[in-house]
Protein backbone atom coordinates (compact mmCIF):
# COMPACT_ATOMS: atom_id res chain seq x y z
CA UNK A 1 0.00 0.00 0.00
CA UNK A 2 1.42 3.44 -1.15
CA UNK A 3 1.62 6.55 1.06
CA UNK A 4 -1.13 8.37 -1.05
CA UNK A 5 -3.36 4.91 -0.58
CA UNK A 6 -2.59 5.17 3.04
CA UNK A 7 -2.86 8.88 4.00
CA UNK A 8 -6.16 8.91 2.31
CA UNK A 9 -7.57 5.78 4.66
CA UNK A 10 -6.67 7.87 7.35
CA UNK A 11 -8.33 10.95 6.25
CA UNK A 12 -11.38 8.98 5.36
CA UNK A 13 -11.56 6.96 8.45
CA UNK A 14 -10.99 10.04 10.53
CA UNK A 15 -13.17 12.79 9.13
CA UNK A 16 -15.62 9.99 9.00
CA UNK A 17 -15.73 9.17 12.75
CA UNK A 18 -15.78 13.08 13.21
CA UNK A 19 -18.87 13.51 10.87
CA UNK A 20 -20.16 10.60 13.22
CA UNK A 21 -19.88 12.29 16.19
CA UNK A 22 -21.66 15.61 14.51
CA UNK A 23 -24.13 13.30 13.69
CA UNK A 24 -25.05 11.62 16.83
CA UNK A 25 -24.87 15.02 18.42
CA UNK A 26 -28.13 16.32 15.69
CA UNK A 27 -30.06 13.61 15.81
CA UNK A 28 -29.79 12.82 19.87
CA UNK A 29 -31.29 16.28 19.93
CA UNK A 30 -34.22 15.16 17.64
CA UNK A 31 -35.30 12.24 19.23
CA UNK A 32 -34.55 13.02 22.71
CA UNK A 33 -36.55 16.57 21.96
CA UNK A 34 -39.52 15.47 24.07
CA UNK A 35 -37.37 14.78 27.57
CA UNK A 36 -35.93 17.67 26.71
CA UNK A 37 -39.23 19.18 26.44
CA UNK A 38 -40.51 18.32 29.00
CA UNK A 39 -37.45 19.16 31.67
CA UNK A 40 -37.72 22.65 30.54
CA UNK A 41 -41.52 23.08 30.11
CA UNK A 42 -41.49 23.83 26.22
CA UNK A 43 -44.43 22.91 22.95
CA UNK A 44 -44.01 21.62 20.02
CA UNK A 45 -43.80 25.04 18.53
CA UNK A 46 -41.14 26.13 20.95
CA UNK A 47 -39.28 22.37 20.40
CA UNK A 48 -39.22 23.13 16.87
CA UNK A 49 -37.35 26.76 17.66
CA UNK A 50 -35.16 24.84 19.92
CA UNK A 51 -34.11 22.51 17.03
CA UNK A 52 -33.48 25.40 14.68
CA UNK A 53 -31.26 27.34 17.09
CA UNK A 54 -28.62 25.16 15.76
CA UNK A 55 -28.85 25.92 12.51
CA UNK A 56 -28.34 29.78 13.46
CA UNK A 57 -25.08 29.15 14.40
CA UNK A 58 -24.22 26.25 12.01
CA UNK A 59 -25.26 28.33 8.54
CA UNK A 60 -23.13 31.55 9.66
CA UNK A 61 -19.95 29.93 9.11
CA UNK A 62 -20.57 26.89 6.19
CA UNK A 63 -18.88 29.53 3.41
CA UNK A 64 -16.11 31.21 5.84
CA UNK A 65 -15.10 27.97 7.09
CA UNK A 66 -14.68 26.23 3.41
CA UNK A 67 -12.99 29.75 1.62
CA UNK A 68 -10.65 30.19 5.10
CA UNK A 69 -9.57 25.92 4.58
CA UNK A 70 -8.93 27.10 0.96
CA UNK A 71 -6.56 29.88 1.89
CA UNK A 72 -4.66 27.99 4.42
CA UNK A 73 -5.59 24.56 4.60
CA UNK A 74 -8.49 21.75 5.31
CA UNK A 75 -6.55 19.98 8.47
CA UNK A 76 -6.37 22.90 10.92
CA UNK A 77 -9.84 24.34 10.24
CA UNK A 78 -11.13 20.65 10.61
CA UNK A 79 -9.36 20.46 14.26
CA UNK A 80 -10.57 23.18 14.94
CA UNK A 81 -14.53 22.86 14.23
CA UNK A 82 -14.20 19.58 15.89
CA UNK A 83 -12.73 20.66 18.87
CA UNK A 84 -15.39 23.29 18.97
CA UNK A 85 -18.40 21.32 18.58
CA UNK A 86 -17.38 18.42 21.05
CA UNK A 87 -16.66 20.53 23.89
CA UNK A 88 -19.97 22.38 23.21
CA UNK A 89 -21.71 19.04 22.54
CA UNK A 90 -20.32 17.80 25.83
CA UNK A 91 -21.96 21.12 27.73
CA UNK A 92 -25.49 20.53 26.25
CA UNK A 93 -25.24 17.50 29.25
CA UNK A 94 -24.85 20.34 32.06
CA UNK A 95 -27.08 22.89 30.79
CA UNK A 96 -28.95 24.11 33.88
CA UNK A 97 -31.55 26.71 32.05
CA UNK A 98 -33.14 27.13 28.22
CA UNK A 99 -30.86 29.97 27.94
CA UNK A 100 -28.23 28.03 28.46
CA UNK A 101 -29.13 24.98 26.60
CA UNK A 102 -29.64 27.80 23.13
CA UNK A 103 -25.91 28.70 23.88
CA UNK A 104 -24.55 25.76 23.36
CA UNK A 105 -26.47 24.19 20.53
CA UNK A 106 -25.44 27.52 19.15
CA UNK A 107 -21.82 26.78 19.86
CA UNK A 108 -22.25 23.54 18.53
CA UNK A 109 -23.82 24.63 15.27
CA UNK A 110 -20.48 27.11 14.68
CA UNK A 111 -18.47 24.18 15.84
CA UNK A 112 -19.69 21.96 13.05
CA UNK A 113 -20.59 25.05 10.74
CA UNK A 114 -16.46 24.85 10.43
CA UNK A 115 -16.12 21.01 10.49
CA UNK A 116 -17.88 20.41 7.68
CA UNK A 117 -16.26 22.00 4.26
CA UNK A 118 -12.77 21.55 6.09
CA UNK A 119 -13.79 17.68 6.28
CA UNK A 120 -15.43 17.49 2.89
CA UNK A 121 -12.23 19.13 1.59
CA UNK A 122 -9.63 17.01 2.95
CA UNK A 123 -11.63 14.18 1.28
CA UNK A 124 -11.84 15.55 -1.66
CA UNK A 125 -8.07 16.68 -1.47
CA UNK A 126 -6.93 13.27 -1.34
CA UNK A 127 -8.96 11.49 -4.24
CA UNK A 128 -9.24 11.30 -7.88
CA UNK A 129 -12.52 12.72 -9.86
CA UNK A 130 -12.86 8.47 -10.76
CA UNK A 131 -12.76 7.67 -6.54
CA UNK A 132 -14.27 10.73 -5.14
CA UNK A 133 -18.28 9.72 -4.85
CA UNK A 134 -17.03 6.35 -3.79
CA UNK A 135 -14.47 7.52 -1.06
CA UNK A 136 -16.96 10.81 -0.05
CA UNK A 137 -19.18 8.09 0.62
CA UNK A 138 -17.16 6.36 2.61
CA UNK A 139 -16.30 9.24 4.92
CA UNK A 140 -19.68 10.44 5.17
CA UNK A 141 -21.30 6.96 6.31
CA UNK A 142 -20.03 8.68 9.67
CA UNK A 143 -23.53 10.62 9.09
CA UNK A 144 -26.05 8.06 9.00
CA UNK A 145 -23.99 5.19 11.28
CA UNK A 146 -23.80 8.58 13.71
CA UNK A 147 -27.45 9.07 13.09
CA UNK A 148 -28.86 6.15 13.57
CA UNK A 149 -27.03 5.93 17.35
CA UNK A 150 -27.88 9.23 18.10
CA UNK A 151 -31.21 8.56 17.17
CA UNK A 152 -31.76 5.05 19.16
CA UNK A 153 -29.64 6.30 22.34
CA UNK A 154 -31.59 9.64 22.37
CA UNK A 155 -35.12 7.64 22.62
CA UNK A 156 -34.43 4.50 24.03
CA UNK A 157 -31.16 5.19 26.58
CA UNK A 158 -32.47 8.73 27.03
CA UNK A 159 -35.53 7.43 28.73
CA UNK A 160 -33.19 5.04 30.93
CA UNK A 161 -30.00 7.00 31.61
CA UNK A 162 -31.41 10.55 30.89
CA UNK A 163 -30.76 12.63 27.38
CA UNK A 164 -27.68 14.18 29.50
CA UNK A 165 -25.99 11.26 29.39
CA UNK A 166 -25.75 10.90 25.61
CA UNK A 167 -24.08 14.12 25.32
CA UNK A 168 -21.07 13.63 27.43
CA UNK A 169 -20.48 10.58 25.09
CA UNK A 170 -20.63 12.17 22.18
CA UNK A 171 -18.51 15.27 23.22
CA UNK A 172 -15.77 13.26 24.97
CA UNK A 173 -15.42 10.80 21.86
CA UNK A 174 -15.40 14.30 19.15
CA UNK A 175 -12.29 15.86 21.41
CA UNK A 176 -10.92 12.26 21.26
CA UNK A 177 -11.18 12.05 17.33
CA UNK A 178 -9.60 15.88 16.59
CA UNK A 179 -6.90 14.73 19.16
CA UNK A 180 -6.07 11.66 16.82
CA UNK A 181 -6.45 14.16 13.61
CA UNK A 182 -4.10 16.17 14.72
CA UNK A 183 -1.51 13.90 15.64
CA UNK A 184 -1.63 11.41 12.67
CA UNK A 185 -2.42 13.81 9.55
CA UNK A 186 0.42 14.84 8.29
CA UNK A 187 -0.15 18.00 5.85
CA UNK A 188 2.73 17.09 2.73
CA UNK A 189 4.66 19.58 1.48
CA UNK A 190 3.33 20.53 -1.85
CA UNK A 191 5.88 20.10 -4.97
CA UNK A 192 7.06 23.34 -7.00
CA UNK A 193 5.07 22.32 -10.13
CA UNK A 194 2.14 21.49 -8.73
CA UNK A 195 2.63 25.31 -6.47
CA UNK A 196 2.99 26.77 -9.80
CA UNK A 197 0.25 24.99 -11.38
CA UNK A 198 -2.98 25.70 -8.56
CA UNK A 199 -1.43 29.41 -9.00
CA UNK A 200 -2.25 29.47 -12.48
CA UNK A 201 -5.50 27.49 -11.75
CA UNK A 202 -6.37 30.12 -9.00
CA UNK A 203 -9.47 32.51 -10.09
CA UNK A 204 -11.30 35.25 -7.46
CA UNK A 205 -14.03 34.14 -5.51
CA UNK A 206 -16.51 36.37 -6.62
CA UNK A 207 -16.18 34.53 -10.14
CA UNK A 208 -18.17 31.05 -7.88
CA UNK A 209 -21.38 33.70 -7.73
CA UNK A 210 -21.44 33.77 -11.73
CA UNK A 211 -20.72 30.27 -12.25
CA UNK A 212 -24.13 28.90 -12.83
CA UNK A 213 -23.72 25.32 -11.90
CA UNK A 214 -22.69 25.83 -9.01
CA UNK A 215 -25.62 28.28 -8.20
CA UNK A 216 -28.00 25.58 -9.29
CA UNK A 217 -26.92 22.94 -7.20
CA UNK A 218 -27.10 25.77 -4.19
CA UNK A 219 -31.04 26.12 -5.14
CA UNK A 220 -31.79 22.17 -5.66
CA UNK A 221 -29.82 21.68 -1.90
CA UNK A 222 -31.60 24.52 -0.29
CA UNK A 223 -35.22 23.25 -1.60
CA UNK A 224 -34.27 19.81 -1.02
CA UNK A 225 -33.49 20.25 2.32
CA UNK A 226 -36.34 22.09 3.00
CA UNK A 227 -38.60 18.85 3.14
CA UNK A 228 -35.10 16.55 4.49
CA UNK A 229 -34.82 18.33 7.37
CA UNK A 230 -38.63 18.13 8.80
CA UNK A 231 -38.02 13.92 7.85
CA UNK A 232 -34.52 14.07 9.64
CA UNK A 233 -36.01 15.91 13.00
CA UNK A 234 -39.38 15.29 13.05
CA UNK A 235 -39.67 11.78 12.42
CA UNK A 236 -39.86 9.93 15.52
CA UNK A 237 -42.59 12.58 16.82
CA UNK A 238 -44.35 12.11 13.30
CA UNK A 239 -44.40 8.53 13.81
CA UNK A 240 -45.46 8.71 17.74
CA UNK A 241 -48.32 11.50 16.75
CA UNK A 242 -49.46 9.42 13.10
CA UNK A 243 -48.69 5.83 14.00
CA UNK A 244 -49.52 5.79 17.46
CA UNK A 245 -45.50 4.40 18.61
CA UNK A 246 -44.13 5.00 21.91
CA UNK A 247 -40.82 6.99 21.91
CA UNK A 248 -38.39 3.84 22.45
CA UNK A 249 -40.40 2.16 18.80
CA UNK A 250 -40.48 5.48 16.86
CA UNK A 251 -36.65 6.16 17.55
CA UNK A 252 -35.60 2.85 16.89
CA UNK A 253 -37.34 3.13 13.54
CA UNK A 254 -36.22 6.74 12.61
CA UNK A 255 -32.70 5.69 13.35
CA UNK A 256 -33.34 2.83 10.49
CA UNK A 257 -32.81 5.48 8.07
CA UNK A 258 -29.15 5.81 9.42
CA UNK A 259 -28.76 2.49 9.16
CA UNK A 260 -29.22 1.70 5.77
CA UNK A 261 -27.85 4.89 4.61
CA UNK A 262 -24.27 3.60 5.31
CA UNK A 263 -24.94 1.04 3.23
CA UNK A 264 -26.90 3.20 -0.26
CA UNK A 265 -24.45 5.64 0.34
CA UNK A 266 -21.29 3.13 -0.55
CA UNK A 267 -23.07 0.96 -3.20
CA UNK A 268 -24.42 4.21 -4.83
CA UNK A 269 -21.05 5.70 -4.77
CA UNK A 270 -19.51 3.18 -6.36
CA UNK A 271 -22.01 2.89 -8.83
CA UNK A 272 -21.38 6.65 -9.79
CA UNK A 273 -17.81 6.55 -10.38
CA UNK A 274 -18.31 3.88 -12.98
CA UNK A 275 -19.85 6.59 -15.17
CA UNK A 276 -19.38 10.26 -16.18
CA UNK A 277 -20.45 13.82 -14.64
CA UNK A 278 -24.05 13.09 -16.49
CA UNK A 279 -24.35 9.82 -14.72
CA UNK A 280 -23.80 10.97 -11.67
CA UNK A 281 -26.53 14.18 -11.69
CA UNK A 282 -29.21 11.77 -13.30
CA UNK A 283 -28.56 9.24 -10.42
CA UNK A 284 -28.74 11.85 -8.05
CA UNK A 285 -32.36 13.46 -9.80
CA UNK A 286 -33.59 9.76 -9.41
CA UNK A 287 -32.73 9.13 -6.00
CA UNK A 288 -34.24 12.78 -4.93
CA UNK A 289 -37.81 11.59 -6.65
CA UNK A 290 -37.69 8.12 -5.43
CA UNK A 291 -37.15 9.78 -1.45
CA UNK A 292 -40.07 11.86 -2.28
CA UNK A 293 -42.75 8.93 -3.25
CA UNK A 294 -41.10 7.20 -0.26
CA UNK A 295 -42.17 9.75 2.06
CA UNK A 296 -45.80 10.55 1.02
CA UNK A 297 -46.26 6.73 0.69
CA UNK A 298 -45.49 7.12 5.01
CA UNK A 299 -48.62 8.66 5.02
CA UNK A 300 -51.25 6.23 3.25
CA UNK A 301 -50.28 3.18 5.55
CA UNK A 302 -51.15 2.70 8.79
CA UNK A 303 -49.15 -1.11 9.00
CA UNK A 304 -46.07 -0.63 11.26
CA UNK A 305 -44.49 -3.26 9.03
CA UNK A 306 -44.74 -1.55 5.94
CA UNK A 307 -43.64 2.06 7.44
CA UNK A 308 -40.50 0.28 8.64
CA UNK A 309 -39.82 -0.93 4.87
CA UNK A 310 -40.66 2.43 3.59
CA UNK A 311 -38.22 3.74 6.54
CA UNK A 312 -35.63 1.37 5.46
CA UNK A 313 -35.81 2.39 1.40
CA UNK A 314 -35.77 5.85 2.27
CA UNK A 315 -32.99 5.68 4.18
CA UNK A 316 -31.27 3.69 1.36
CA UNK A 317 -31.72 6.54 -1.26
CA UNK A 318 -32.68 9.00 0.56
CA UNK A 319 -28.91 9.53 2.75
CA UNK A 320 -26.80 9.24 -0.03
CA UNK A 321 -27.42 12.26 -1.51
CA UNK A 322 -25.32 14.60 0.30
CA UNK A 323 -22.11 12.79 -0.61
CA UNK A 324 -23.02 12.92 -4.23
CA UNK A 325 -23.86 16.50 -3.75
CA UNK A 326 -20.29 17.17 -2.08
CA UNK A 327 -18.91 14.75 -4.97
CA UNK A 328 -20.64 16.59 -7.75
CA UNK A 329 -20.28 20.38 -6.37
CA UNK A 330 -16.21 19.54 -6.25
CA UNK A 331 -16.21 18.57 -9.84
CA UNK A 332 -17.74 21.49 -11.11
CA UNK A 333 -14.93 24.06 -10.01
CA UNK A 334 -10.89 24.48 -10.16
CA UNK A 335 -8.93 22.84 -6.98
CA UNK A 336 -8.58 26.72 -5.82
CA UNK A 337 -12.14 27.33 -4.92
CA UNK A 338 -13.24 23.59 -3.91
CA UNK A 339 -13.53 24.43 -0.50
CA UNK A 340 -15.34 27.54 -0.94
CA UNK A 341 -17.93 26.34 -3.34
CA UNK A 342 -18.64 23.20 -0.98
CA UNK A 343 -19.12 25.71 1.21
CA UNK A 344 -21.30 27.92 -0.32
CA UNK A 345 -23.16 25.03 -1.39
CA UNK A 346 -23.83 23.41 1.92
CA UNK A 347 -24.39 26.81 3.56
CA UNK A 348 -27.47 27.55 0.75
CA UNK A 349 -28.55 24.13 1.89
CA UNK A 350 -28.51 24.29 5.25
CA UNK A 351 -30.12 27.81 5.31
CA UNK A 352 -33.75 25.66 5.10
CA UNK A 353 -32.83 23.56 8.63
CA UNK A 354 -32.53 27.17 10.27
CA UNK A 355 -36.40 27.42 8.48
CA UNK A 356 -37.88 24.19 7.60
CA UNK A 357 -38.28 22.79 11.83
CA UNK A 358 -39.72 26.13 12.99
CA UNK A 359 -42.32 26.45 10.14
CA UNK A 360 -42.97 22.13 11.06
CA UNK A 361 -43.01 23.14 14.83
CA UNK A 362 -45.61 25.48 14.40
CA UNK A 363 -48.52 23.69 11.73
CA UNK A 364 -47.79 20.42 14.51
CA UNK A 365 -49.01 22.52 17.40
CA UNK A 366 -51.87 24.08 15.30
CA UNK A 367 -52.63 21.00 13.02
CA UNK A 368 -51.28 17.87 12.96
CA UNK A 369 -47.62 16.64 11.26
CA UNK A 370 -49.28 14.90 8.73
CA UNK A 371 -50.23 17.57 6.25
CA UNK A 372 -46.81 19.23 7.19
CA UNK A 373 -45.15 15.77 6.09
CA UNK A 374 -47.12 15.42 2.58
CA UNK A 375 -45.38 19.26 1.90
CA UNK A 376 -42.09 18.59 2.46
CA UNK A 377 -42.22 15.00 0.10
CA UNK A 378 -44.05 17.48 -2.59
CA UNK A 379 -40.87 20.01 -1.96
CA UNK A 380 -38.37 16.96 -2.08
CA UNK A 381 -39.65 16.03 -5.15
CA UNK A 382 -40.08 19.85 -6.90
CA UNK A 383 -36.06 19.84 -6.05
CA UNK A 384 -35.04 17.41 -8.08
CA UNK A 385 -36.14 19.61 -11.37
CA UNK A 386 -33.33 21.96 -10.77
CA UNK A 387 -30.94 19.41 -10.89
CA UNK A 388 -31.78 19.83 -14.92
CA UNK A 389 -30.00 23.19 -15.15
CA UNK A 390 -26.79 21.65 -13.60
CA UNK A 391 -24.17 21.29 -16.16
CA UNK A 392 -20.21 21.02 -15.94
CA UNK A 393 -19.37 23.88 -18.17
CA UNK A 394 -15.88 25.87 -17.62
CA UNK A 395 -15.72 29.06 -14.71
CA UNK A 396 -13.83 32.38 -15.88
CA UNK A 397 -13.50 35.70 -14.61
CA UNK A 398 -13.82 38.62 -16.25
CA UNK A 399 -10.18 39.36 -15.86
CA UNK A 400 -9.31 35.70 -16.83
CA UNK A 401 -10.96 35.97 -19.80
CA UNK A 402 -8.61 39.51 -21.18
CA UNK A 403 -5.77 37.65 -20.32
CA UNK A 404 -6.39 34.16 -22.04
CA UNK A 405 -5.90 33.38 -25.93
CA UNK A 406 -9.74 33.73 -27.48
CA UNK A 407 -11.51 30.78 -26.74
CA UNK A 408 -9.65 29.48 -23.93
CA UNK A 409 -11.30 29.29 -20.70
CA UNK A 410 -10.59 27.95 -17.31
CA UNK A 411 -11.84 24.21 -16.65
CA UNK A 412 -12.98 22.76 -13.57
Known amino acids: MNTDTRKMILVTVLCGLGYMMYSVDRMTVSSAIGLIASEFGLGKGESGILLSFFFFGFILFLFIAGIIADKLSGKPVLILGLMMFSLATLMTGVAGSLSSLIFYRVMTGIGEGIFW ?122 LMQDKNLTIGTAGTIASLLGLTGALGGFLLGRYCDKGDFIRRRNILMAVTIASGFLMAAMVITSSVTLVILLVLLLGFLGYPITPIVLSVTAELVPASLRGSAIGFVMNTGMAAGGISPIVAGYFAQTYTLQPVWLVAAAVILCSSFVLLGVRKQPLISGSAAEALPPGQLLKP
Do not use: C
Open 117 to 238: PAASLEVANVTSEKQRTTVMSLYWMGYPIGGFLGTWMGAVLGPVLGWRVVFYVAGAMGILVSILYATLVKNDRKPADLIARQAAEKVPLRTLFRHAPVMMMAAYYFVLLAGWWIVLLWAPSY
